[in-house]
């Protein structure tokens, strides 16, 4: 089910390989095949809306609304009857579609329900409910509930053989729950204005339903799921929503005012405002002057000590997050938001029309960074200035959640430019087979020198069965290949690889699926055979429930660097755990052969990097994090040690209500010696309607072992939301 799943890097590269002639000669017989289309269910008009209190009317929701029960488990027994019964209704009126649930349970005492931020529910009981409002099964909205009516929402998407769950995206819409002795119930409000859709009398939706009860590692679902077909939204029931409603032909204001105060400085106001106007019901345009992102939390820090590639950071900003999941690819990152450090402006339109989805991105950067190293430090680069502008084009095919897509990336900086275009698909024949291609070509002007196109390539294909999954991937990068707007950290190299698995599902309360992985890839040097790497792995993943797992690994292989061939045999585990409903949970750990990165001095060491994290939650409404990461580096293994590198992230959250909080994380890098502090108060009424108060400061450790404090920042935020 993976809500919300993690796919890896390693992951993605070997779920693909790409036949793409093979993919366009398959597709005319095998789409035309086609399957048995499912009756769409008829969700009924109401006349009297519910309401939203978390208590359900029996005498409303019986007689107006559709009923919905018979959910099964997904996990631990795919299939099976769920041992606690859920009961569904639907709805809806002009203005919005309604969901009301009965979630009975025979140990209500034992449901957990935390008071906390806004998507940060996941650990507790719960309810999602998936709108794929557009039909195209590879993108849906998803709104979540605990018992106590905290809400998450977040946009799943399935492309590429990879399914995740974005929690970037906010909306507005109502809910609200209640646990009493047999249970708990749910109401839940979306109005029609928060989703997108085709603007058409009769709409045809797709709709998942899934209840998490925690404790026994349980997962409901209606309808049922299939372990022979990968994938949710493939899977998920039509619905059929008919006659007019409130369309999405409305405008939202955001105006926003921040005061910051920095050590030695006088306190600098800025106003801004955030815009956005929906033109139909499927096309949004959104701006904004001046963007502020004071709320967004620092970097949880991360090893960067002895690195070949630069690290990615996750995206975080409001702005930037706001429909973005256009702008994803099967592998060649061509889009990557951190590259805009500090946008004067910015202006965003997204949507679909009929069977096309487009998104057009344009920011002002004040301070544009110069490479993917310079994105987490946000270093600029002096008086320089970028514009970047990015245009993206998908097209639904075969209506089986493939597409053809299109992407235009631009960056002007100082008479300079960098441009890439290309084309990227993916087709899912028969729900077994699935091709997936990306093919790039970039351009450069530095200086008055403009280099020749240079390309980028990659294809991949894999098929899927029940308990045997196999497949593979191919991909170039020429040396000249540069995309500025996105997140290439590594070009000249041609690579091939395949993997295939074995899934046993013993069905065991606590043993729900063994995973055995074999994979194999080569990189050799663009224009020669010369190999730059190859790698063998084996892995074995225990998945004891739904969102209880343990991966092992161990890498076999070789590695060039600085005109050498080092061997490295590597073994790895990882796992995450949330049986303890207060003491959440995961690890990670590697160690073997490990190169020292230094081009005047590489050589083969020992290498021991591991780390744990907990979400500690001595009540409902008190959570304490704490992530720690060790890397230690040997010359040989037993001999001399040249580092240990040491970081510790914590944060502490207390909600008071469900719109106060207050918040303080400290962050200490005990390598460089440093200590970062910042305390954050809250008050979100919901998104947009925010007000922040927050200090921040950095200290160095002196000679004397002192910490000195090197400067501070005092801010405020004040922003309100307006839909008109």
Known sequence: MSMPARSTKTEKLFRRLGFLGGALLAAASIALAGGQAKAPLAIPRITTAPKIDGLLDPGLYEKQFLRIDGFVQYAPKAGEAAKQKTTAYIGYDEKNIYFAFRCEDTEAGKIRASVTNRDGAMDDDWILVLLDTFNEKRRAFTFGVNPIGIQMDFIRIEEGGNDNMDPSWDTAWEAEGRIDAGGYTLEMAIPFKSLRFPDREEKLWGLTLARNIPRTGEVDMWPAYSRDIPGLLAQSSPIMVRGDVEKGKNLEIM????????????????????????????????????????????????????????????EKRPFFLEGMEIFQFPDIEMVYTRRITDPLWGAKVSGKLGGFSYGILSAYDQHPSQSVWDVHNTVGSGNETALFNIVRLKTDVFNQGSYLGFCLADKEIDGSWNRVAGVDGQWRFADKLFFSFQALASKTSYDGEQTRLAPAVYASAYYFTRNFTFGGYWESIHPDFEASSGFVNRNDYRTAGV??????????????????????????????????????????????????????????????????????????????????????????????????????????????????????????????????????????????????????????????????????????????????????????????????????????????????????????????????
């Open 255 to 314: 105006p926003v005012l921040t005061a910051l105060k920095k050590q030695g400085q006088k306190a600098d106001v800025q106003p801004g405002v955030n815009l956005k106007y929906g033109l139909n019901s499927d096309l949004t345009l959104d701006a904004a002057i001046n963007p502020d992102f004071s709320q967004v939390e620092a970097d949880v820090p991360q090893i960067d000590i002895n690195l070949r590639y630069a690290l990615r950071y996750q």
């Open 499 to 724: 993997f295939t698995n074995v899934t046993l599902y013993p069905d065991k309360p606590f043993l729900n699926q063994i995973r055995f992985t074999l994979r194999a890839r080569q990189h050799d040097s663009y224009f020669s055979d010369l190999v730059q790497d190859k790698r063998f792995e084996f892995q074995t993943q225990f998945r004891f429930t739904e969102f209880n797992q343990l991966v092992v690994q161990i890498d076999a292989g070789k590695e060039r660097f600085a005109d050498q061939d080092f061997r490295k045999n590597v073994f790895s585990l990882q796992g995450q755990f949330n049986i303890i409903k207060w003491v959440p949970f995961t690890i990670f750990s590697e160690i073997g052969d490990s190169i020292n990165y230094d081009t005047t001095d590489a050589f083969r060491g020992w290498g021991v990097t591991y780390g744990i994290g907990t979400n500690f939650k001595p009540s409902t409404r008190l959570q304490l994090e704490v992530d720690f990461s060790k890397s230690t580096f040997w010359r040989t293994y037993g001999g001399e040690r040249l580092w240990d590198y040491n970081v510790v992230h914590t944060r502490t959250a207390y909600q008071l209500t469900k719109s106060l909080s207050l918040r303080a994380i400290v962050d200490y890098n005990l390598f460089y010696k440093q200590v970062f502090g910042s305390v954050l108060f809250s008050y979100v009424l919901r998104p947009g309607t925010v007000f922040f108060l927050g200090y921040d400061s950095n200290y160095n450790q002196n000679t004397f072992g002192h910490y000195d404090r090197n400067n501070y920042n005092i801010f405020l935020k004040f922003s309100y939301w307006w839909r008109m």
